[in-house]
């Protein structure tokens, strides 16, 4: 099993800045991409930004620019550094992450979620 516990969440206004941390424990062994999810109240889950273990990144159009998500090795931690925050962003936010297990199947793992809202 893996284990996601998100952080960093909070009240900002517009304009403003956070940085949300996801740390991993566990069977963190075979983890190849790991993301950040949101999801605001009334819509569907939606994709934000997505890391693999060789450094790619991809974005939403709405985000892109203004988010940057990487990555510490060392401390088994996913970022996602939010700039220019507007009332749009305000959503849950979920840590995601792929395991492969074989060649042919890959387990998903979500965190709890932290709470993002930026006032206006």
């Known amino acids: 099993q893996v284990q996601l516990v998100e952080s960093g969440g909070g009240l900002v206004q517009a304009g403003g800045s956070l940085r949300l941390s996801c740390a991993a424990s566990?069977?963190?062994?075979?983890?190849?991409?790991m993301g950040w999810y949101r999801q605001a109240p009334g819509k569907q889950r939606e994709l934000v930004a997505t890391?693999?273990?060789?450094?790619?990144?991809n974005y939403a159009d709405s985000v892109k620019g203004r988010f940057t998500i990487s990555r510490d090795n060392a401390k088994n931690t996913m970022y996602l550094q939010m700039n220019s925050l507007t009332p749009e962003d305000t959503a849950v936010y979920y840590c995601?992450?792929?395991?492969?297990?074989?060649?042919?199947?890959?387990?998903?793992?979500w965190g709890q979620g932290t709470q993002v809202t930026v006032s206006s």
């Open positions: 995601h992450a792929k395991r492969r297990i074989t060649t042919a199947s890959t387990l998903l793992y």
């Open positions: 566990g069977s963190i062994l075979g983890i190849y991409v």
């Open positions: 890391l693999t273990t060789d450094g790619s990144t």
